[in-house]
């Protein structure tokens, strides 16, 4: 019964041109009826050399479809155990019902609580956020107003924050980002004369990357921010 279910892909795969060693098959019954089989079907232009079994067009055929016998017969023989084509349509659509409900599964699974989804420049971004709001509940706007800038090909100079752990911090992130600490010139009204401090900025040059990184840093400021809204609204309500 084995045999008889094999014998179609064996055929498929002779006819893309893989020879079988009938001398190699632990049972010599099963190899010896083999044989008779293929013997059978050299009419069709299956050729057998001692043990070893392959296929090829049929001499002096002048038919181009002599390439499909091979898979015409194995269709027929799949035909009759079973392996329709209907049957093959029956089981593709199951295994994508089988598919489609497992994803909707996996959506489902998904935690409620988005830190885990966060990248490592986020999370950052996040912890120094918590340590400024309760000091200042729109810090998270203003980073982001910040990130903003710097996407717009903007320079921005944090050396004159009065916050030492906030500069320092800010200094980690964008750094860790990729942006470029250079000069930055500013017109001064005062005396007409150009100041000239550091900032960081997008780089001329490969900004690709540093542009992504400070895309999910505003993305991550003002995630901050809508939860920190969020929370002194459901406060809000809670005391009234």
């Not at 593709?92 to 598919?99: A, C, G, L, N, W």
């Not at 989804?117 to 950052?124: A, E, F, G, Y």
């Not at 990130?147 to 903007?154: A, D, M, R, T, V």
């Not at 000239?196 to 990357?209: C, Q």
């Amino acid at each position: 019964p084995a045999l008889s279910s094999d014998l179609p892909y064996m055929l498929i795969r002779m006819a893309g041109g893989t020879s079988f060693d009938l001398s190699q098959m632990p049972d010599s019954g099963a190899a010896l009826g083999l044989k008779c089989v293929f013997e059978n079907l050299e009419v069709f232009g299956v050729h057998c050399s001692n043990n070893s079994c392959s296929w090829g067009a049929p001499e002096n055929s002048m038919s181009r479809n002599n390439e499909l016998l091979l898979i015409k017969i194995a269709r027929t023989l799949m035909d009759e155990i079973g392996i329709t084509m209907k049957a093959v349509e029956r089981y593709e659509k199951s295994k994508i019902e089988e598919d489609t409900h497992t994803l909707k599964e996996h959506h489902k699974e998904i935690p409620k609580n988005t830190e885990s989804l966060l990248n490592p420049l986020q999370i950052q971004m996040h912890s120094l956020l918590d340590r400024f709001i309760q000091k200042d509940s729109s810090i998270s706007q203003q980073m982001a107003e910040l990130c903003k800038l710097i996407i717009s090909g903007e320079s921005v100079a944090i050396d004159d924050l009065p916050d030492d752990n906030l500069r320092q911090g800010l200094e980690s992130i964008f750094r860790r980002a990729g942006l470029e600490y250079s000069e930055m010139v500013n017109d001064s009204e005062e005396n007409g004369e150009d100041d000239t401090e550091m900032g960081y900025g997008l780089p001329e040059k490969n900004s690709e990357f540093p542009h992504a990184n400070m895309q999910s840093l505003l993305d991550a400021c003002n995630d901050k921010a809508a939860s920190t809204k969020a929370a002194s609204t459901k406060a809000a309500s809670t005391k009234a």
